[in-house]
């Protein structure tokens, strides 16, 4: 306890640190003001053939056009289970006519699960820190909770293609919901329903506002302090529990070992067992039905691509770097444009942002909040860029 405490004295040390260092860096620049949110800020089909033993990144005319620091690691697992779309018009059959095929890579590994519970992916991982990869998680911890997620539902994100089986369509069709005041009033809940699955995060409110933005929920992403933080902050507008129905199914975005412990508990059905957390109860987050099928976890080798490729900020050349990754809604959205054939991307930032409240839910009008963890303004063109490229439909009411 004496050493919990000790780290977590020492965190909030460094977190002041980054607080005075966010004001003076962007007071010097023409940014709006930014604040800071995160301290650390039938039978299932198999999973597809992958290899995790020799991290590779193709060259050539793969290769990113920027030039990237060593420390950023732009070198990652492989993974061939999103490579088998029978989609005839499909995000990665169109990919490939655009800006964005450069960067795309076909085998990134999405997900991680048992098969990736290897001492030698552990020692390639503990370079990076942070959610991009293992330097702040004991091997143990991440041992004994990637283990435990060995049903084949862990290792994908879809269990079957809707469809499919009974000679339908071999295309999925996401919704990708933010939290974006855009959706008050947009009557656009039908339309999100109606998508073969439905993503959301943090305060991932339906009730009351099902008209606006639908009632179903498959995949609801998180990292344990982006839910805490929404649970506390998000209470007196309603948000009190997580999504619970049968559909839904709950992916980690692990940032630190807290994820990998919460996880751990639910897979074991018993309390968290140390950590801040310590004693937190699974079932009170999750429901009662705590089986594997249930659970995903993000694989840090996805959120640094995703950083390194789509989402390079230029706060990574400032002393803020390693405090720097993409939003929870980015790598929703980002692993859904992997993973799914189409996609449709409600309440996202737009260029109009200025006209909405900060979240639908708001009882009054509130501003948009920039944060210095994450880089808003370069997430919003990102969504513009693959709007245009017909790769996602960005919903802008306009």
Same mark, same amino acid.
């Given at each position: ?77 492989? !993974? ?63 041992? !004994? ?13 879809? !269990? ?32 999100? !329903? ?22 179903? +929920? ?49 897979? +074991? ?123 996602? +439909? ?5």
């Amino acid at each position: 306890m004496i050493c919990c405490a000790l780290r977590w004295a020492l965190l909030g040390a460094v977190t002041l640190e980054f607080l005075y260092q966010a004001r003076t860096y962007y007071s010097q620049g023409s940014f709006p003001s930014f604040f800071y949110r995160d301290p650390v800020g039938a039978r299932q089909p198999r999973a597809g053939p992958m290899t995790v033993q020799t991290p590779v990144t193709p060259l050539g005319s793969r290769a990113p056009t920027s030039t990237l620091q060593l420390f950023l690691g732009d070198l990652y697992g492989r !993974d061939k289970t999103y490579q088998g779309s029978r989609c005839p018009s499909g995000i990665r059959k169109r990919i490939a006519g655009t800006k964005f095929s450069s960067i795309f890579l076909e085998a990134i590994p999405v997900l991680q699960w048992a098969q990736h519970a290897l001492s030698a992916e552990y020692r390639r991982l503990q370079s990076y820190g942070g959610a991009h990869g293992w330097q702040d998680v004991g091997w143990p911890v991440v041992r !004994d909770t990637l283990t435990r997620l060995n049903a084949s539902a862990n290792g994908r994100m879809f !269990d079957a293609r809707p469809g499919a089986a009974a000679g339908g369509s071999p295309c999925v069709r996401c919704a990708v919901v933010g939290n974006s005041g855009i959706l008050n009033g947009s009557r656009a809940g039908a339309a999100i !329903d109606q998508h073969d699955y439905v993503f959301r995060t943090n305060a991932a409110l339906t009730k009351g506002f099902e008209r606006d933005v639908g009632r179903r +929920t498959s995949f609801y992403i998180f990292s344990t302090n982006t839910m805490m933080n929404s649970l506390h902050n998000y209470a007196s507008n309603g948000f009190r529990q997580l999504p619970q129905t049968p559909e839904t199914k709950y992916i980690f975005l692990p940032d630190h070992d807290r994820d990998y412990l919460l996880l751990q508990a639910a897979l +074991t059905n018993r309390p968290v067992n140390s950590g801040p957390d310590e004693g937190a109860r699974p079932e009170r987050y999750f429901g009662k039905d705590l089986r594997a099928e249930k659970f995903k976890m993000f694989h840090p080798d996805f959120i640094r691509y995703v950083r390194n490729r789509f989402l390079r900020s230029s706060i990574l050349d400032t002393p803020l770097r390693r405090l720097y990754r993409p939003s929870t809604g980015a790598v929703m959205l980002l692993a859904a444009l992997h993973t799914c054939d189409e996609v449709s991307a409600y309440g996202f930032i737009t260029s109009n942002y200025q006209a909405y409240s900060d979240h639908y839910f708001d009882r009054t009008q509130k501003a948009l909040l920039f944060y210095a963890n994450h880089d808003l303004w370069l997430e919003m063109r990102l969504w513009q860029k693959l709007h245009q490229s017909r790769l996602i +439909t960005l919903y802008t009411r306009g």
